[in-house]
Every structure is written in C-alpha cells, then in structure tokens.
C-alpha cells in the first residue's frame, strides 16, 4: 500500500490519535509564551511580544481552516473535514488571548476606555469586529449546535469566516504599515487570496456541473 493511498484511507481511530498530536503541537505557542512569562524571557516589550504573538498565530490558525476544504478537494483525503474545528477552535483560543493582552495589560480592564480606542483606532476597529464575529463561529462548533441551527443556516453562518479572515488580515496590515513591515502582511494577503480564489473556482466547478 502506497504512503498517499495509507494516508487517503486513515481510520476513524487514527483520525483521532491524529487529532490529539494535532492539539497538544497547537498549544505548544501558549505553552512557549508561559514558560518565557514565567522566565522573563519576554524581551523589552513584554505586552508587544504576547500581543503579536498571540496575533500572528490567531492567522496562522486561521490560514489554516481556510486550507482543510481545497486540500480535501485536491487530495481526496475527506478525513481532513474532521480537522476544521480544531484548528478554527485554536484560531479563537489564540485570538481570546490577543484580545485579553489588548483589555487588560493596555487598558486594564477599563472597558469604557477599551472601547474608546476602538473607535478611535482604525487598525483596532476591524480587528475588534474580527473578533466579536469569531465568537458566534465558536460558540456553534458542536455537534449539538449544528443540529440545533440546521446544516443550511449554521453553514450560512460559518461562511463568515471569509468575512473575519480578510478583517484580520487588514488589521495586521494596518498594524505593520506604521513600522513599515509589510513583508509578513503581504504574504498573508496572499496566502489568503489564493485560497479565497480557489473557493471561488470549486463552486463555480460544482454549479457548472448540475
């Protein structure tokens, strides 16, 4: 048996030992952030370091929940699908964590002011809403939320993934462009408009086919 054809035929049980490797490698960034909290390993800027941090992996993670549906059209592999909801639940894990070091190392906890600089901020407005339209995404992650909305309506509802995504993407950007360094947010932009495009194709594909 071919490695691709192993791979393309993994077991429910494998699935899922797959799934545990998955989420203990995924917490090992909070993992690394506390061990250098607790080591004054943060560098000058501590609150700069877990912000960006925290920020850079909320992308990653979300990059790639954007990945699993065309990786899964190319390859075949349908287990892949089982994997989108760990990693969009890590994109907001991290996401929690970017939000929390913005509420209370910046503003300590003083939401009348948080919300001031919200509005204030452009680069902070877009990433807020970015956050505030992951919430409804978490909180209906579960199986029994599913059936609760319907698959159509919670389907409609996921879809703002696409709407968070490029919203993060400019918040980034935004957040870079003062210090000029737009390298990593072009390559996000990037990253994220070729897998926007390759959404596009595969329902064009799939309408063309009816």
């Known amino acids: 048996m071919s490695l691709v054809h192993f791979i393309r035929k993994l077991t429910t049980r ?7 490797v998955l989420f ?19 560098g000058a800027n501590p609150i700069e370091f877990i912000t960006r941090n925290t ?30 909801r760990l990693f969009g639940l890590f994109a907001f894990f991290y996401v929690a964590l970017h939000f929390t070091t913005f509420l209370w190392f910046d503003h300590f906890f003083d939401v009348t002011e948080m919300w001031q600089d919200v509005l204030k901020r452009p680069f902070i407005t877009v990433g807020f809403i970015a956050f ?9 992650s579960t199986n029994g939320m599913v059936r609760r909305l319907g698959g159509k309506r919670w389907q409609w509802l996921h879809r703002l993934i696409y709407v968070i995504v490029p919203l993060g993407i400019l918040h980034f950007w935004w957040m870079k462009a003062g210090k000029n360094l ?14 926007l495009l390759l959404r596009m194709f595969f329902k064009f594909k799939s309408q063309k086919n009816v």
Request: aromatic share 12%.
């Open 14 to 20: 494998q699935v899922s030992v797959l799934k545990g």
């Open 24 to 42: 203990a490698l995924s917490l090992l960034p909070f993992l690394r952030l506390t061990v250098f909290a607790f080591t004054d390993r943060l």
């Open 55 to 84: 920020g850079d992996w909320t992308l990653y993670f979300l990059c790639i929940t954007l990945t699993i549906t065309p990786l899964r059209r190319f390859t075949g592999w349908n287990w892949l699908i089982r994997l989108r």
């Open 132 to 140: 505030v339209l992951l919430i409804p995404l978490a909180v209906t």
């Open 182 to 195: 737009l390298a990593q947010p072009i390559l996000f932009a990037t990253i994220v408009s070729i897998l």
